[in-house]
């Protein structure tokens, strides 16, 4: 596991370097940046994450409408998948794979997280995707733990 501390300083480090070469960030910048701000935020707690959250957003200005736009499309793609992941027709499957559907939403809670201590908004619309979604997925894991602590 890497330290989130350093991929927030290496991203606005690469950020910067994008702002010299002319270079515009990118969604996959954006999702390294998110995850380790949200890390930050979820095991330290928003008061360690903010600092860290105005760090980023200034080396993100110079880059603004890019970044606000890879932001977007980052949380959207996150909520995308877990959304499409809770498909109750897949969650019935004998092998679907509830390890990945779980470490997939920690990851999308670090991103929102991320984007909270950021102050950044998110789209209620995809903000209700995600609790329909976490509904659905709900009685599904709770039925897992149940099985495992008969076991």
């Known amino acids: 596991m890497t330290d989130p501390r350093h991929d927030i300083t290496y991203a606005c480090g ?3 370097r994008r702002l010299k070469a002319k270079e515009i960030p ?6 390294f940046a998110l995850l380790a701000l949200g890390q930050v935020a979820l095991e330290e707690g928003m008061a360690s994450a903010k600092p860290l959250a105005k760090e980023l957003q200034a080396a993100a200005t110079p880059h603004e ?15 995308a998948e877990h959304v499409g992941s809770v498909d109750p ?3 019935d499957h004998p092998t679907y794979d509830f390890t990945y559907t779980v470490a997939a939403r920690e990851r999308l809670e670090a991103r929102l997280r991320a984007m909270e201590a950021m102050s950044a908004t998110v789209d209620e619309k995809l903000l209700d995707q995600v609790s ?3 509904e659905r997925l709900a009685p599904y894991l709770e039925a897992r ?6 076991a």
């Open 14 to 16: 690469e950020l910067q």
């Open 26 to 31: 990118d969604r996959q910048l954006v999702r």
């Open 65 to 79: 409408e890019r970044w606000t736009d890879a932001l977007d499309s980052e949380i959207s793609l996150a909520v």
């Open 89 to 91: 027709r897949y969650l």
């Open 132 to 134: 329909a979604a976490d």
């Open 145 to 150: 733990q149940d099985n495992d602590a008969d």
